[in-house]
T-cell receptor, first 116, second 113 residues
Framework: AQKVTQAQTEISVVEKEDVTLDCVYETRDTTYYLFWYKQPPSGELVFLIRRNSFDEQNEISGRYSWNFQKSTSSFNFTITASQVVDSAVYFC?????????????FGPGTSLSVIP | GAVVSQHPSRVICKSGTSVKIECRSLDFQATTMFWYRQFPKQSLMLMATSNEGSKATYEQGVEKDKFLINHASLTLSTLTVTSAHPEDSSFYICSGQDSYEQYFGPGTRLTVT
């Protein structure tokens, strides 16, 4: 079973629009971490956020915000006022404590294109 | 944050040859390092977990005799693709773990002709 689902394969938005990238995860652990990474065309992964399972507070960092809802096992990512530089593939990921804190399981990714 | 480097960043090799990829943690000691493979337009798939001084643990479906991993020191892990074939062409990414944080390298693009 896929542990991390990103239902949106590709999204296109016009610059300055807001866009939300969905992430649904599956785990039986009570302790786990969720991540978002950005992968621009260069290929290098850029760490965006890590959230542990006990912290359901939403987070805002500049134009980025994250909504973590344990009730729906979702960890969605919103970019407000999108820019062309936001064009990239975004991965949601999960790390489970009881299996191993170490392994990071990546979702399939969402390719975001921001059109000028 | 901590920095992980990979060398080379790109490599082209002929079918049947072996190629070694290095992964170094530059400013921290990584007792655990991970190797991922990413095919075009796909996600990162964990290949193996290596702990310094011990044998690597491979994920199901990954051939340990083909992908040799050596983690000889706390700052260096190497992945050797033996007898490479065109289907091994991929983007290989390593990461090093410092406490509970994982830091990713920039990746190595392998092309087997």
């Amino acid at each position: 079973a896929q542990k991390v689902t990103q239902a949106q394969t590709e999204i296109s938005v016009v610059e300055k629009e807001d866009v939300t990238l969905d992430c649904v995860y599956e785990t039986r652990d009570t302790t786990y971490y969720l991540f978002w990474y950005k992968q621009p065309p260069s290929g290098e992964l850029v760490f965006l956020i890590r959230r542990n399972s006990f912290d359901e507070q939403n987070e805002i960092s500049g134009r980025y915000s994250w909504n973590f809802q344990k009730s729906t096992s979702s960890f969605n990512f919103t970019i407000t006022a999108s820019q062309v530089v936001d064009s990239a593939v975004y991965f949601c990921a999960l790390s489970e404590a009881e299996t191993s804190y170490d392994k990071v399981i990546f979702g399939p990714g969402t390719s975001l294109s921001v059109i000028p | 944050g901590a920095v992980v480097s990979q060398h080379p960043s790109r490599v082209i090799c002929k079918s049947g040859t072996s190629v070694k990829i290095e992964c170094r943690s530059l400013d921290f000691q990584a007792t655990t390092m991970f190797w991922y493979r990413q095919f075009p337009k796909q996600s990162l798939m964990l290949m193996a977990t290596s702990n310094e001084g011990s044998k690597a643990t491979y994920e199901q479906g990954v051939e340990k005799d083909k992908f040799l991993i050596n983690h000889a020191s706390l700052t260096l892990s190497t992945l050797t693709v033996t007898s490479a074939h065109p289907e091994d062409s991929s983007f290989y990414i390593c990461s090093g773990q410092d406490s509970y944080e994982q830091y990713f390298g920039p990746g190595t693009r392998l092309t087997v002709t």
